[in-house]
């Protein structure tokens, strides 16, 4: 089994650190980590988000927590994987590339310029605010079903953008409970459409659960429209430390069993490979 999404960007960037993450993995059963560190912390996406970093208000709190990053280069995040490899951890390079539109053609330089295994596409942004952060940061006082439908017409064009391999918690504007009022049923079976049309895959995410939301990403009903379309699935904990790696991946595995997935993918060089969902005692679980 693998977990396809995680995050060192709390510790150095060295060996011993990354182990960590690669024993807690091998403890409950994991057999391949991706790492996925965001796009903001390497210096060279920064052109990605400048307009970002340039907003004042209502946003200049978004601006100024990205003002914080890019402080590592993509070279030698890629050589600490390598390292990471040669010390016999069975892990893929991978990236969590915001989608910033308007900038396809500077992510698309940039993703083909180094080697990577899978890019996760994600929207964490609306604009210049960043939803993700925490609820009193622009939450207060916005019209819910609004962000809900801006957010949705994001994800929309990030699947049309031809940029990505995973889509990332494809329902995440939910992170702190907030929830539409209108029925968007119709909405989120555009964005499945759109997504196998252009033969993406999205993750199963266990991160959700451990949020103010406390759900799954995406919600059942996603899980279960994308197997009735024969969209793939990986497995993503979205771990930010070693801890969470693998976190709960085996009720992460029925939920999709159940929902109709009989398969999940692994990637190496951007190339995709389908394997059968393991089966585990569930009774151990
Ligand atoms: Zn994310
Ligand atoms: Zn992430």
Request: aromatic share 12%; proline share 4%; glycine share 8%.
């Amino acid at each position: 089994m693998i977990d396809y999404h995680i995050h060192i960007e709390r510790g150095p960037y060295n060996l011993e650190w990354l182990k960590r993450f690669w024993f807690q993995a091998e403890s409950r059963g994991i057999t391949e980590i991706g790492v996925t560190e965001h796009t903001h912390h390497f210096y060279e996406f920064r052109t990605v988000y400048e307009h970002l970093l340039q907003t004042t208000e209502p946003d200049a709190d978004t601006s100024s927590w990205l003002g914080d990053y890019f402080q590592h280069s993509i070279e030698e995040y890629l050589e600490l994987l390598e390292a990471g490899k040669k010390a016999g951890i069975p892990l893929k390079a991978g990236l969590e590339a915001d989608y910033v539109p308007g900038k396809e053609r500077e992510i698309e330089a940039l993703l083909d310029e180094y080697r990577f295994d899978f890019v996760l596409g994600s929207v964490h942004f609306l604009d210049s605010w960043s939803f993700d952060i925490k609820p009193t940061m622009g939450w207060p006082g916005k019209d819910v079903d609004k962000v809900y439908l801006a957010y949705i017409d994001r994800v929309k064009s990030m699947a049309q953008s031809g940029l990505f391999d995973v889509l990332a918690h494809l329902d995440v504007i939910k992170v702190f409970g907030h929830k539409a009022q209108a029925d968007l049923g119709g909405e989120w079976t555009e964005v499945l459409q759109l997504i196998a049309q252009s033969d993406l895959v999205i993750e199963v995410s266990t991160a959700g659960m451990r949020k103010l939301v406390g759900e799954i990403y995406p919600h059942p009903s996603l899980i279960k429209g994308a197997a009735r379309l024969g969209i793939p699935i990986t497995f993503a904990s979205d771990a930010h430390n070693p801890e969470d790696v693998g976190d709960r991946w085996k009720e992460a595995v029925n939920v999709a069993r159940s929902l109709g997935h009989s398969r999940y993918c692994t990637f190496t060089e951007r190339r995709r490979t389908e394997h059968p969902l393991p089966s585990f005692d569930s009774t151990a679980l």
